[in-house]
């Protein structure tokens, strides 16, 4: 199962417009929205462009117990069924997209990312 992971920090504000952006990047990175709680998100591929064990979930945490005045810690894990053979699997170039589009966003700002 390929599996990446990536954890970043962005100056608070309100929480529900870091969700509202989170979920706009999502959606501009071509993933449905399938699940989505006050500090949870989760996001697929649409099924039809690859097989099923390619297809991409992205889990989003927003975690307001340790958030501060000055920052919200949030987490993406981005994966599916695929084996991880190639450095450059459809998983990875998938949460490159996400990361990407992340950290190109104007609507807050980035105070630390860490990707693993």
Known sequence: MARYNCSFAVASGNNHSLRQSIKEILLSCSLDIIYDQSEYIMAREIPGKVSLAKLVSVEVLIDGTTATESK???????????????????????????????????????VESIAS
């Open 72 to 110: 919200t810690r949030v987490s993406l894990v981005v994966k599916n069924e695929e084996l991880p053979l190639q450095v450059a699997n459809h998983c990875y170039q998938v949460f490159e997209r996400v990361n990407s589009a992340i950290s190109l966003n104007q609507t807050w700002q980035s």
